[in-house]
T-cell receptor, first 113, second 113 residues
Framework: GENVEQHPSTLSVQEGDSAVIKCTYS??????FPWYKQELGKGPQLIID?????GEKKDQRIAVTLNKTAKHFSLHITETQPEDSAVYFC????????????FGKGTTLSVSS | NAGVTQTPKFQVLKTGQSMTLQCAQD?????MYWYRQDPGMGLRLIYY???????DKGEVPNGYNVSRLNKREFSLRLESAAPSQTSVYFC????????????FGQGTRLTVV
């Protein structure tokens, strides 16, 4: 089955700096790669996703890149703000009936002002 | 628009007791999932249901049973709770073919003493 590795487990940056979180996956059949943000006491919420036919996707300060050959994808947050502080999860899935998202272990991002 | 609703939000059980975690979604999604979240372990898939009438084991199914009661509801049962099942449990739903974005509930924090 799918295995998703996520690094780093913790990341501390100064406000305004960039943050990068990296994930690798094992199943070459996976073609859907979402990123979730989880704030304290809440359930994870989707912030951006990418599919295997796309190499990069941006949404304001957030971008995701995908390298299918190397089986890795990354989340980039620019101009970080204190409200970006949260736990971030990457996930992977073949996006077919009968499959489910498999998550990485999460990255705790702390943005200090 | 409630999304995914989990009950209860908090529960304390004694070792050996049983209980059922309830989950309901109002987005007409076919697929539903149960994950557990433990410190440093990320979100691990317990069971999922790709459609009404089907259920499949995930990464950590031992000690749990599930029931897909109808399209809206997916319950998780602990027959004989153990301290190792102390965790935060999340239910999620998604629709294959619509990107498989998973929508999560607010979680159930379960403590087994």
């Amino acid at each position: 089955g799918e295995n998703v590795e996520q690094h780093p487990s913790t990341l501390s940056v100064q406000e305004g700096d960039s943050a990068v979180i990296k994930c690798t996956y094992s199943d070459s059949a996976s073609n859907y790669f979402p990123w979730y943000k989880q704030e304290l006491g809440k359930g994870p919420q989707l912030i951006i996703d990418i599919r295997s036919n796309v190499g990069e996707k941006k949404d304001q300060r957030i971008a995701v890149t995908l390298n299918k050959t190397a089986k890795h994808f990354s989340l980039h947050i620019t101009e970080t703000q204190p409200e970006d502080s949260a736990v971030y999860f990457c996930a992977a899935s073949p996006n077919q009936a009968g499959t489910a998202l498999i998550f990485g272990k999460g990255t705790t991002l702390s943005v200090s002002s | 628009n409630a999304g995914v609703t989990q009950t209860p939000k908090f529960q304390v059980l004694k070792t050996g007791q049983s209980m059922t975690l309830q989950c309901a979604q109002d987005m007409n999604h076919n697929s539903m999932y149960w994950y557990r979240q433990d410190p440093g372990m990320g979100l691990r898939l317990i069971y999922y249901s790709a459609s009404e009438g089907t259920t499949d084991k995930g990464e950590v199914p031992n000690g749990y049973n599930v029931s897909r009661l109808n399209k809206r509801e997916f319950s998780l049962r602990l027959e004989s709770a153990a301290p190792s099942q102390t965790s935060v449990y999340f239910c999620a739903s998604s629709e294959i073919g619509q990107g498989q974005e998973a929508f999560f509930g607010q979680g159930t924090r379960l403590t087994v003493v």
